[in-house]
DNA sequence: CTGAATATTTCAGGATGTCAAGTAACGGGG
DNA sequence: CCCCGTTACTTGACATCCTGAAATATTCAG
C-alpha cells in the first residue's frame, strides 16, 4: 500500500502522455469519420483494410483484430452481403475460409486510404527534420 | 484517374502515419485492458473519467464522448447499478442530471488512471530533451 | 484408423450505438 | 398569466460488435 507503484509521475511525462491521448482520440474520430463517409462501420473498414493486399484466413483476422474468431464470422458476412468481400476455400486446408476483397471492396480500400487525412495534414506543418525526429522518437516509445 | 489527389506522398509521411496508428492501436489495448481489469469497458472507463473532477450532466457527457445522449443513459444507468455513479438533480434546472462519481467511483477511477500504464513505460525510455521534443512536435501536431 | 487439435460457424446474451417519439421543464411573447 | 418553441433526458426498436460455449468439418500424429 505504499506509493511504490507510482513513484511520483513528472509534469512533462504526464503532459506527454495527454498529449498521446489527445492524437488517439483525433485519429479515432476521423478513421471512423472516414469510414462512414463509405456506408462502413469502424470494424469493417480495418477488416477490409487488412485484405488490401492479399487474402486472409478467418483466423488470422482474428488474430489481428485482436477479437475472437466468432466475431469475425459476423463482420465478413456483412462485407459479404455487400459485395465487398468473399470467401474462398483454401486450397492448402479445407477446414480454412480465406477472406478476399472483391474489386469493388478493393475500390472501396483505396478510398478509405485516401480520405484518411489524420496525420497527413497535421503532419503538413513540420519540417522534414522534424518529422525525421517525430519518427524516431516514436519508434522508440514503440520498441520498449 | 489520375494520381491528383494523391500527389506522390513522402515516404517519411507515410511512415510516421503508420507509426501513430501503431502508437493508437497500443493505446487502445492497453486501456482496454486496463479497463478489464476493473471491471469496466471502454466505454464505462471513458465516461467514469469525466467524472472525476466534478458532476456533469448528461448532455455534455455525450458532447464529451462525441454519441448520442441515448447512449450516455445506458452508460449511466450500468456504472449507477454498480454503485459507481449516481444522478443527482441540477439546482438550477430542473430538466437537467448530473452524473457523479461515487466514492468508489473515484477510487476506480484513480486506480484505472494508475493503471494506465502505456506512454509512462514507453515514455520511461527517452530523456527529459527528447521528451520536450515529443511534446512540441505533438503538440503542433494538434494545433494543425 | 482413431483421437487430439485446429478452423470455422452458430447461438445466446451483453454492451454500444443510432434514431424517433415521448415527457418534463425552461423561457420568451402575447 | 398562458402558450409555445426549445432544451434535457428517457424509452423503445433496431443494428453492430464482442464474448463464450457448443457443433461441425478437417487435419495430423501415432
Known amino acids: 500500500m505504499s506509493t511504490q507503484k507510482t513513484p511520483r509521475i513528472d509534469p512533462l511525462t504526464l503532459e506527454v502522455v495527454d498529449l498521446i ?5 483525433r485519429y479515432h474520430e476521423e478513421y471512423e469519420e472516414a469510414a462512414a463517409e463509405h456506408a ?6 480495418r477488416l477490409l483494410g487488412l485484405l488490401s493486399m ?25 462485407l459479404e452481403a455487400r459485395g465487398l468481400v468473399e470467401r474462398r476455400p483454401d486450397p492448402a ?7 478476399a476483397a472483391t474489386a ?9 486510404r485516401e480520405s484518411l487525412n489524420f496525420a497527413r495534414e497535421p503532419l503538413a ?7 525525421l525526429a517525430l519518427r524516431d522518437l516514436l519508434r522508440r516509445m514503440l520498441d520498449a
Do not use: F, H, W, Y
Open 93 to 99: 486446408d479445407r477446414r480454412v475460409k480465406l477472406a
Open 40 to 45: 462502413l462501420t469502424g470494424a469493417q473498414a
Open 21 to 25: 491521448g489527445s492524437v488517439v482520440a
Open 104 to 112: 469493388e471492396g478493393r475500390k472501396v480500400a483505396r478510398g478509405l
Open 54 to 78: 492479399e487474402p486472409v484466413p478467418m483466423r488470422r483476422l482474428a488474430q489481428q483484430l485482436k477479437c475472437e474468431p466468432s466475431n469475425v464470422t459476423g463482420i465478413v458476412d456483412r
Open 125 to 131: 506543418g513540420l519540417s522534414d527534420e522534424e518529422r
